[in-house]
């Protein structure tokens, strides 16, 4: 990544933190390189289990970068959680799935930070790409029926991503 490259990822993530002066601030010279950004607004974060997400990460990388978002790894938590275009109306439903959306916040490293046990699997690029939630349903889909295949599961859990529908304000 590039000085201007990780320049302008800097500047996209942090226009998600309360404070993106802060933030920035923190990123480039604090002693954690840790910060809380707010989901919802820029974009949601759909986080998986680590084993499942992994799997999608690893098919993910072989798309074209234009349809590639940014990918979150914690790994203390054992969990993988890909940036999606925010969108509250619809619902991830499935086993060990963490929908963020408005009104919730993650913590991320700066967007260079490739190491550690919080970092970027794929690092955002700061051009605002998202992972498009079709993709990413196909690819956990998959992940599902090639792990439960190749290393068995006593549960196969069932995902899906749903609109409410029927509901009037």
């Excluded at 302008?8 to 933030?23: M, Q, T, V, Y």
């Excluded at 349809?67 to 914690?74: E, F, I, Q, W, Y």
């Excluded at 549960?155 to 529908?165: D, E, I, L, N």
Aim: glycine share 10%; aromatic share 6%; charged share 20%.
């Amino acid at each position: 990544m590039t000085l201007t490259h990780w320049r302008r990822a800097l500047e996209w993530l942090a226009a998600a933190a309360k404070d993106p002066g802060a933030c920035r601030e923190e990123w480039e010279h604090g002693s954690t390189g840790v910060h809380l950004l707010e989901a919802g607004r820029l974009w949601d974060v759909l986080a998986v289990p680590e084993r499942i997400g992994l799997y999608a990460v690893d098919r993910l990388s072989t798309l074209p970068a234009a349809g590639r978002g940014p990918v979150l790894h914690d790994a203390k938590s054992r969990r993988v959680g890909f940036l999606l275009p925010p969108d509250p109306a619809v619902v991830w439903a499935g086993h060990n799935l963490r929908h963020v959306t408005r009104g919730g916040w993650i913590a991320a490293p700066a967007p260079h930070c490739r190491w550690g046990t919080l970092r970027w699997l794929c690092p955002p690029d700061g051009s605002g790409t998202l992972t498009a939630p079709t993709i990413l349903e196909l690819l956990l889909e998959q992940a599902l029926r090639d792990i439960a295949r190749t290393q068995g599961s006593p549960r196969r859990p069932h995902m899906t991503r749903q609109r409410p529908t029927g509901l009037t304000p």
